[in-house]
Every structure is written in structure tokens, then in C-alpha cells.
């Protein structure tokens, strides 16, 4: 074979397999670079939309502080004046289990009013109010014997903020009103977990045990709150009852007593004695202790025990004249003695019929 032969049939090809070679790597190479160089202007795209939305979002998170903060401001500017309207009913920022709605005065009326309308356009913002205007409201709402808007109020507030005792004290008085006695019981105890011996949730959830006939819970819970505050007389009262629905009469007997004893011109205490009085079958003393009481002050609730006493003994007459007082103070006593069971041997008679039918003058 010639070197012409070997040259055409060997080198050639040869060369020509290491052209194309080259030349396919090189076409290789070159598309890996123009993906490449593509993937990096995708890349750059992407970066700086992502710089943008981070840039976007750090704006708006600006805005949003801004707001919260403006927000925040505006409410802080109304606690001072929601705290004044407060304090110029006398008012707390505790409801105590006795205390009673006073009404909002004329001149308070509008001031309450304009307050209430800018808080409420404050509320389409969809921010939360803060708890000292929640609290503060709640308390106008209460003293305006507006329930149900004073217990919304302070629910708010223990829902924001579980630890808060001055609302979870209202709610559970507030409850106790409204006759929620189970509420009442989770407020009042979760406000012991919350503040350890605290006399007005022992007193409170004594209060509501009581409603509920759990009446050994109810004694404990109430001589828990005489032993953190021993000179508090309405809690002795709260436990004689408390004695009476056990059917303990001679306890419930010394808590009134030693209510008295503490403040002997406590109606309450008044009240209870001549209860415990009545359910003993002591009438005569019962009569005594009624008329005490009348000698300080006429009462409509006293004058109806003086007429369920003189009706135990027999003075029907005395019992229907004490009736007619009582009557005369507050009528609504009416419908309690249309069907008080006391009051049966009363019911033949033409002036007690009278006498529940409103035609007092009769006599």
C-alpha cells in the first residue's frame, strides 16, 4: 500500500473525526456558555425583583408601624378624658358585688356620647382597643345600666389579656347580675389562680356556688373570704345564707350576728336576722327585730318579714297592714307575695286580694 492509500484512507478520515470532534465540543461549549449567560440574566432578573418585593415589603411594614403607632397614639389621647368622665361619677375601675349603677347624668350624657362615637369609627380600623379604654368604657357602660355593653367590654379585655384582674372581678360581678352564675364561678376562680388569696374572689365565687347548690364548696370559698378579711360584715351575711340553704340555722344564726355585731345598721344583716328569725319559728322575735329595724328607717323589705312574722302567728290583720306599707314603698313586692306559700292563710281574705290587685286605697 502506497502512502497515497494510507494518507487517503487513514489520515484523512482520521483528521476529519478530529475536526468534527473539535468541532462538536467547541458547539458544546459554546451553547453551555449561551445557556449559561442566559441562566445569569435569568438570575439578575429574579434578583432584582426579589431586591424590589424586599424593598416593597420594607416599605409596607413601615406603613404598618406608622399606622399602629398613629393608631396607638389616637387611643392613648382618649384614656385621659374616658379617665376623667370615670372619675367624675365617682367611679373605679372595679364593680364591686354591691355597688349600684347611679345612672349618666344629663351633663355627663354627651360628652359620654361623643366619646362612644369616636371609638366606635376607631373600631372599623380593625386595631383592637387598648384595655384602659376598654376598661374605662365598661365602666360608664355599667354606671349607664348598659349590661351586656359593659360585659362585651371587659370580655374583650380578658380575651387580649388573660391576666387583667380588675375586668375579670367586673365580668364575674357582672355575671353574677345577670344571673351566669357558671361564668361567674370561672371568672371568680380564675382570678384566685391568677392573684393567690384575693378576698373578692373568694367572696365572689362563694356567692356563685351558693346559686349553683354547691353549698359546701360555697361555705368554704365564703370562710376563706372572712379569713382574709375578717371584719367585712356583708361576707358574714353572704355566709348565713349560705348556712340557711344547708339547713344550718344555728350557724347562719352567729354569721348574722356577728354581721351585726360589726355593723349593726346593715340592712343586709337587718334582713338576715329576721330571715333566720322566721325560719326557726321564733315569730315573736322575728316581730321584734322587724320592728328594730323600722325604728331606723321604713323598708319595704322589712315591712314584708314583719308581714310573713305576724302571719306565722296568727295577727293577720298586723300582717296585712305591714303588707299594705311595704306595698306602698315598692309595689313590685306585690307579685313576690301573690304566691308566697307564707302568705296562704292571707289569701281568703277580701283585703289581701285587694291589696295584690293594687287598690290599697281601700283602706
Avoid at 1 to 16: E, K, Q, V
Avoid at 19 to 28: H, T
Avoid at 141 to 156: K, P, T, Y
Avoid at 190 to 210: D, H, K, P, R, T
Wanted: charge should be negative.
Amino acid at each position: 500500500m502506497s502512502f497515497s492509500d494510507i494518507f487517503y484512507l487513514i489520515i484523512i478520515p482520521l483528521l476529519t473525526a478530529v475536526v468534527i470532534g473539535y468541532a462538536v465540543n467547541l458547539y458544546a461549549r459554546m451553547r453551555e456558555r449561551t445557556r449559561a449567560r442566559a441562566y445569569q440574566d435569568r438570575i439578575a432578573v429574579l434578583d432584582r425583583a426579589l431586591a424590589e418585593l424586599r424593598d416593597e415589603v420594607e416599605r409596607m411594614r413601615n406603613i404598618s408601624d406608622a399606622r399602629s403607632v398613629m393608631l396607638q397614639h389616637w387611643q392613648t389621647e382618649h384614656v385621659e378624658p374616658l379617665v376623667a368622665l370615670r372619675e367624675s361619677l365617682g367611679l373605679g375601675t372595679e364593680i364591686g358585688i354591691s355597688d349600684k349603677a347611679t345612672g349618666i347624668p344629663a351633663q355627663v350624657a354627651k360628652k359620654f356620647g361623643e366619646l362612644q362615637e369616636k371609638i366606635s369609627q376607631f373600631r372599623l380600623a380593625g386595631v383592637p382597643v387598648l384595655p384602659e379604654i376598654a376598661l374605662n368604657l365598661g365602666m360608664l357602660h355599667f354606671n349607664a345600666r348598659q349590661w351586656d355593653e359593659a360585659i362585651s367590654l371587659f370580655e374583650e379585655v380578658v380575651e387580649s389579656d388573660a391576666t387583667n384582674r380588675d375586668a375579670r372581678l367586673n365580668l364575674g360581678n357582672l355575671y353574677l347580675r345577670q344571673r351566669r352564675f357558671e361564668d361567674a364561678r370561672a371568672q371568680f376562680q380564675a382570678l384566685i389562680e391568677l392573684s393567690g388569696s384575693i378576698f373578692e374572689g373568694y367572696l365572689g365565687l362563694g356567692l356563685s356556688l351558693v346559686e349553683l347548690n354547691r353549698l359546701d364548696e360555697a361555705i368554704e370559698a365564703l370562710s376563706t373570704s372572712i379569713r382574709l378579711r375578717p371584719e367585712h360584715a356583708r361576707s358574714y351575711c353572704e355566709l348565713g345564707r349560705a348556712y340557711i340553704a344547708a339547713g344550718e340555722m344555728e350557724r347562719a344564726l352567729e354569721s348574722a350576728q356577728v354581721a351585726l355585731r360589726l355593723e349593726p345598721k346593715m340592712v343586709d344583716g337587718q334582713l338576715l336576722l329576721q330571715e333566720i328569725l322566721i325560719r326557726s319559728g321564733n315569730f315573736d322575735e322575728a316581730v321584734a327585730a322587724c320592728n328594730r329595724a323600722l325604728r331606723v328607717g321604713d323598708s319595704s323589705r322589712v315591712y314584708y318579714n314583719l308581714a310573713v312574722a305576724q302571719t306565722m302567728k296568727g295577727d293577720y290583720e298586723e300582717a296585712l297592714e305591714a303588707l299594705r306599707q311595704a306595698f306602698a314603698i315598692d309595689d313590685d313586692i306585690r307579685f313576690t307575695a301573690k304566691d308566697d306559700p307564707a302568705l296562704v292563710p292571707l289569701r281568703d281574705s277580701r283585703r289581701f286580694v285587694d291589696l295584690i290587685e293594687g287598690k290599697p286605697g281601700l283602706f
